[in-house]
């Protein structure tokens, strides 16, 4: 029994010296693994235009009723051109079914978690909020 | 006559404010150790390194709404923590810090520690009794049987330091370890000074009085804001209580090369106080029939023997 007290003891010991795992999260960032679901990225083709088509199958599955397509016809071509697009992350429960479910692959799940915010109304995000900065995509 | 009143009376104050400055911190300690043993950081937001953690924890308390619960005995509710507190504290008086750094040196210092700090579970047993509410009460019940069955292993122990000593002056006694720490003569006195010493301070493991899993706060329950401010001072007054006490009677004091006495004494004081952190972060809590057959069936015939030992020895040579 004794033994058993010294080597708890020494356990802890080890512990005491060894590196702490605790981020200091203002200051440093976490890195979120490859397949985290932040915040929503609208991709975008060539021309800096949305890829969504305005179908609407995202507003049908999103679970919480958070996602508000506008959207007009194509001036130039067939089909919709979608004109806004709200989330409420008010609401959003980041299940990323409205991401499986798009037939054009014009939503993704982004990284970015720090959404927390003083007013509400900041947490409705429209398209333009929503639209992917930087990268452009291949897929057309 | 007046100037000598004073002066002690300054004494008293400066003495004070330095212990009361010691418990602050080694709350903060505490924190920080137990972070650092849990492999995380601790506070270290206030300040630098949380340096004014304590004076943020202090000021949250005093802004606490103040409340007493209506089916409480209001006397006795308020009075409880003021005894813990005020029993604490006045031992601190023939606790001496250094050569000459001490508010007095009585000759039965050792008898007056003992009275004085077993006046301690009266708070804790009012507090239990007057909160009125189950938890309290079983919380200030298991006070009582544990103070009264370890500190009989206690003074055991001591006594053995007692007849080595020849004296029961604590600044006799640190005198006699010159060259020899009683840690080294005393072994197994040492180790039961500790197992009882932690069981008076409330601490892990025999912290039963207050555990939080079975009596949400046990004696504390019902209190908020400073009330509970003194109740929480007095306990981190009583750890550094029984640091000093350990580091009095078993490593020698301020005794010790190079640094001065004060450095010495603080160095084995919060060397000690690490001991403490450790042993918390280390070892879980015993059931309170496991506590109750270690302080009767284990440790006390320990301390019988350790005294005959220590007697025998002392006669024959
Ligand atoms: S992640 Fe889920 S809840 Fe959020 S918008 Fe998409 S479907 Fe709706
Ligand atoms: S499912 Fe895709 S294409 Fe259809 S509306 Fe939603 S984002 Fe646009």
């Known amino acids: 029994m004794i033994k058993a007290l010294i080597v708890g003891l020494w356990t802890t010991l080890r512990h005491f010296f060894s590196r702490s795992v605790t981020l200091e999260y203002p200051e440093q960032k976490w890195t979120p693994p490859d397949r985290f679901r932040g915040r929503h990225i609208h991709l975008t083709n060539e021309e800096r235009k949305p890829l969504c088509v305005a179908c609407g199958l995202c507003e049908k599955v999103c679970p919480s009723g958070c996602i508000t397509i506008e959207s007009e016809k194509n001036p130039d071509g067939p089909g919709k051109v979608v004109t806004d697009y709200r989330i409420n992350y008010l609401r959003c429960c980041f299940c990323g079914l409205c991401v499986e479910v798009c037939p054009k692959n014009a939503i993704v799940m982004g990284h970015e978690y720090e959404l927390a915010s003083e007013d509400k109304e900041s947490l409705i995000m429209n398209l333009d909020q929503l639209l992917d900065k930087r990268m452009k995509s291949e897929n057309q | ?317």
């Open chain 2, 1 to 317: 006559m007046i100037v000598d009143i004073v002066l002690q009376i300054v004494k008293i104050i400066v003495i004070f404010a330095v212990i009361l400055t010691c418990v602050a911190y080694l709350t903060l300690m505490e924190r920080r150790c137990l972070g650092f043993f849990q492999v995380r950081l601790g506070p270290n937001r206030v300040g630098p390194w949380g340096l004014f953690q304590p004076i943020a924890d202090g000021l949250k308390l005093f802004f606490k709404e103040d409340m007493t619960v209506l089916h409480a005995n209001k006397f006795y509710f308020i009075l409880a923590p003021v005894i813990s507190f005020v029993a604490v504290l006045s031992c601190f008086a023939v606790v001496p810090f250094a050569g000459n750094a001490y508010i007095i040196d009585i000759p039965v210092a050792v008898l007056y520690l003992m009275a004085i700090s077993s006046m301690g579970v009266y708070g804790v047993l009012l507090a239990g009794w007057s909160s009125n509410n189950k938890y309290s009460a079983m919380g200030g019940y298991r006070a009582t049987a544990q103070m009264i069955s370890y500190e009989i292993p206690l003074a055991l122990a001591l006594v053995g330091v007692l007849i080595l000593s020849g004296s029961m002056s604590i600044v006799d006694i640190v005198n006699s370890q010159n060259g020899m720490w009683y840690i080294v003569k005393q072994p197994l006195g040492f180790i039961i000074f500790l197992i009882c010493i932690l069981a008076e301070t409330n601490r892990c493991p025999f912290d039963l009085y207050e555990c939080e899993n079975e009596l949400v706060a046990g004696y504390q329950t019902c209190y908020s804001s400073m009330k509970f401010g003194l109740f929480y001072i007095g306990e981190y007054a009583h750890i550094f209580l029984a640091c000093c006490l350990i580091t009095l009677f078993y490593l020698g004091g301020w005794n010790g090369p190079v640094l001065p006495a004060l450095a010495w004494f603080f160095i084995k004081v919060f060397f000690c106080a690490f001991c403490f952190i450790w042993i918390r972060a280390t070892y879980p809590r015993v059931r309170y029939d496991q506590l109750m057959n270690l302080s009767w069936k284990v440790v006390l015939p320990l301390a019988f023997l350790n005294l005959i030992v220590t007697a025998v020895i002392k006669v024959m040579f």
